[in-house]
């Protein structure tokens, strides 16, 4: 009896395997989903492993690649599945988004694959025009423990991959980083498990479709690092669960992981894990205008968002509150800030931010003896102009709701929270808590030293932009921000959602002429560079981090950089070129903005004004000087009467700029 049932066992194991050779049933465990203009397709195979591969017009885009979760106990999304189920369904919705980055109604339009395998675990998959992504499920009793997870991406070709490479801290681990590094561009074959890299990166064929990789909806769970293998793939990596901490860092001090658990995650048994997103672009100037990332996140919890209010801002930290022609003492105190209320308010912005400094950065109820903030707040008040405060995260972690009722009396209606440089689980949900806190306050947020937004900023409107870039303040101490860097910035980072870049240094130089300078902060771009960051560059509220008084001098361009908007009726690239150029333009109301930057090559592009509706505009123009690409801060700021039918000639200096805003008449 015992031989009878091997041999049953037997035949049931060899038809089992016949069921995943080619031709010989495939199809039962084998599925296909196209994109609703059935240009993207993802076929999704259920066997000893789980695969997925990505088709655009027919042509093989990525490979095989497998998807896996395996948890503590044993139990796996691979193993003991039966007869899965799959179900289809349709969405042709939209989306109406409450702080628009990049425009305020959505199309949410996709084809959806659920793959219930029966054994407590599920697939997602969707295919929209412009990408797939897919995430797991889970559908267990009690809670789980995620010891790891396997997140394959492999490409039929050896491509060239733009990735930001985690630098090791010499005294902490592999996973702790501030997210700001320049990117790479390497074979994908050169790149080892060695290489860890933060996304979103981006694979860049000769010839098919650019494929940026990322994801959303990152709740309760690990932000995902991906590693090389040395071969045509990448793949997800996690840092595992915090044990123990330690602190470090005086004056700016932050919590480092001593010892972590051999798992990733500790979770609800019943949930859907984040989005694995790979966004597709068979033109470059697809990619800065892409939002799959927002469309894919959970829908605002905050039920009433009336109270957000995004801008423009100033900040004093980058320029270290270095004015000059004032008849005080600059600096950390009343008068700066009361300066700095008086240039906001001429120049049409909404808010000032105080940096660090007007508190103990280990106390923010021990304000700097300089600092009266009844007499700021009574001034900005009857300004009209709002107020921001800096914190260190770990300090508002442990003084949240005193700190928040604190902001809340002072009248307070932005605050930045700083210094976390890790996205393990414990930092995930330390965001969400912050987040939640603030709602309830009716503060807006932006975190710096933070991982990407990862759709978060859908979800929690208030959270209004992430820093999670190299951007304004490495002028002060590296020639790191350079125009090359700055023109893949739109192309990559962007497409996890909004950057705190802080643009607008006035103080301007040519690679030649460039030096870190500490004070007397410089930019390695031209004058109009730093000014198309505000059009191109999506973060509903922006940062001015040049120096006022600079500003004061030239106030007909202060001017036109205050009537620039943060969020956007609608958006549109005109022309791209990753890393080279790009020429976006922008709606608000009735007014259009376009903003184009070049990388350290001089261009000479054409912008037709075909998007305009019929009638005639005033066009305000902010172009490099003659000498932009010897004089950095040379420019040419002049008006012409425009219409559809008009094309403007630009001509860009090395890292050079241009701005156009067009308003009807």
Same mark, same amino acid.
């Given at each position: !009896?015992?031989s +009878?049932?091997?041999?049953? @066992?037997f035949?049931?194991?060899f038809?089992?395997?016949l +069921?995943?050779l ?7 465990l ?8 059935q240009n ?10 789980? *695969? ?9 885009i990525v ?25 289809? @369904?349709?969405n042709r ?8 980055e ?6 949410? /339009?996709?084809?959806?694959?659920t ?12 295919a929209?025009?412009?990408?797939v992504a897919y ?9 789980i ?6 997140a ?7 491509? @060239?991959?733009? %990735?930001?490479?985690?630098v ?12 700001e ?5 390497k ?14 990166? $981006? ?7 650019k494929i ?8 309760e769970?690990?932000?995902?690092? &991906? =590693?090389? =293998?040395?071969?045509?793939a ?14 470090a ?7 480092y992981?001593t010892?972590r ?14 989005w @694995? ?5 068979p033109n470059?100037?697809?990619?800065p ?5 927002y469309r894919?996140?959970s ?6 968002v ?12 980058i320029i ?17 800030y009361? %300066?700095?209320i008086d ?6 912005f909404?808010?000032? !931010? ?5 508190s103990d ?10 600092i009266?903030?009844n ?7 009857k300004?009209?102009?709002?107020v ?5 995260g770990?300090t ?15 009248g307070?209606?932005?605050?930045m929270?700083d ?6 689980q414990?930092?995930?949900? $330390?965001?969400?808590?912050i ?6 306050h ?21 959270? /209004?932009?992430?820093e999670? /870039?190299?951007? +304004?303040?490495f ?5 790191k ?6 023109l893949?910035?739109?192309?990559i980072? !962007?497409?996890s959602g909004p $950057? ?9 130089a040519t690679?030649? =002429? ?8 410089m930019s390695?771009t031209t004058r109009?560079?730093? $000014?198309?960051m505000?059009v191109?560059?999506?973060s ?10 600079q500003?004061l001098?030239?106030p007909?361009f202060?001017?036109?950089?205050g +009537?620039?908007?943060? *969020? ?11 890393g ?5 333009a ?10 184009? !930057? ?34 950095a801060?040379?420019?040419k700021?002049?008006?012409?009467t425009v219409?559809? *039918? ?5 001509? &860009? ?7 156009v ?5």
């Amino acid at each position: !009896m015992k031989s +009878s049932t091997s041999f049953l @066992r037997f035949l049931a194991g060899f038809f089992g395997l016949l +069921s995943f050779l080619p031709g010989i049933a495939q199809t039962a465990l084998t599925r296909e989903l196209r994109s609703p203009d059935q240009n993207v397709a993802v076929s999704v195979s259920v066997g000893p492993t789980i *695969t997925y591969q990505v088709f655009y017009q027919n042509r093989l885009i990525v490979a095989p690649s497998e998807i896996d979760l395996v948890l503590q106990d044993g139990k796996k999304l691979s193993a003991r599945y039966a007869k899965p189920r799959f179900t289809t @369904r349709q969405n042709r919705g939209q989306i109406v988004s409450p702080v628009p980055e990049k425009r305020k109604v959505i199309p949410d /339009v996709y084809q959806e694959l659920t793959v219930d395998l029966r054994n407590s675990f599920s697939l997602i998959f969707r295919a929209y025009n412009d990408g797939v992504a897919y995430r797991i499920g889970t559908a267990f009793r009690d809670s789980i423990t995620v010891k790891n997870e396997t997140a394959r991406f492999q490409f039929p070709e050896n491509h @060239r991959l733009y %990735f930001p490479e985690v630098v090791k801290r010499p005294d902490q681990d592999r996973y702790h980083t501030s997210f700001e590094e320049v990117y790479s561009f390497k074979p994908l074959d050169s790149l080892s498990s060695r290489n860890l890299f933060f996304t979103p990166v $981006l694979l860049a064929p000769t010839t098919a479709p650019k494929i940026a990789i990322t994801e959303s909806d990152l709740e309760e769970y690990p932000g995902m690092f &991906l =590693t090389g =293998t040395g071969s045509k793939a990448v793949q997800g990596e996690w840092a595992p669960y915090p044990l123990e901490e330690a602190v470090a860092g005086g004056e700016y001090s932050q919590k480092y992981v001593t010892r972590r658990a051999d798992f990733i995650a500790k979770t609800a048994g019943t949930r859907r894990f984040p989005w @694995r997103v790979l966004i597709v672009a068979p033109n470059d100037k697809d990619l800065p205008g892409n939002d799959l990332v927002y469309r894919l996140a959970s829908p605002s919890r905050v039920a009433d968002v009336s109270w957000v209010k995004p801008g423009k801002a100033t900040d004093e930290w980058i320029i270290s509150s270095n004015l000059f022609n004032v008849p005080f003492r600059s600096g950390i105190n009343t008068e700066t800030y009361k %300066f700095y209320i008086d240039f906001a308010k001429r120049f049409g912005f909404e808010r000032i !931010m105080m940096d660090a400094g007007w508190s103990d950065t280990q106390d923010l109820f021990k304000i700097r003896p300089e600092i009266d903030m009844n007499a700021i707040m009574a001034h900005a008040r009857k300004q009209g102009i709002g107020v921001s405060m800096w914190t260190l995260g770990m300090t508002l972690e442990r003084q949240l709701e005193p700190a928040l009722e604190q902001f809340n009396r002072w009248g307070v209606d932005f605050i930045m929270t700083d210094f976390f440089d890790r996205d393990d689980q414990k930092t995930v949900r $330390l965001f969400q808590k912050i987040a939640e806190a603030c709602a309830r306050h009716k503060l807006m947020l932006m975190f710096h030293g933070a991982y990407k937004p990862a759709g978060f900023n859908r979800t929690y409107p208030h959270a /209004v932009a992430r820093e999670a /870039v190299l951007g +304004s303040e490495f002028n002060i101490w590296s020639d790191k921000p350079s125009p090359d860097h700055n023109l893949l910035l739109p192309f990559i980072r !962007m497409l996890s959602g909004p $950057l705190d870049y802080e643009p607008g240094l006035l103080n301007n130089a040519t690679p030649k =002429t460039f030096r870190p300078i500490g004070e007397n902060v410089m930019s390695m771009t031209t004058r109009c560079q730093q $000014l198309a960051m505000f059009v191109v560059y999506e973060s509903p509220i922006q940062f001015f981090s040049g120096n006022p008084s600079q500003g004061l001098t030239e106030p007909a361009f202060m001017e036109l950089m205050g +009537s620039i908007p943060t *969020t956007w009726d609608t958006t549109r690239i005109l022309d791209a070129r990753v890393g080279d150029y790009l020429v976006t333009a922008r709606q608000k109301n009735n007014d259009w903005f376009v903003g184009a !930057m070049t990388d350290s090559t001089a261009r000479d592009l054409t912008l037709p004004l075909d998007f305009l509706s019929e009638g005639t505009y005033e066009a305000a123009i902010c172009e490099d000087g003659v000498n932009a690409d010897r004089y950095a801060a040379d420019y040419k700021l002049h008006t012409q009467t425009v219409t559809r *039918t008009t094309t403007l000639p630009m001509h &860009l200096a090395p890292g050079g700029g241009y701005v156009v805003r067009l308003r009807k008449k």
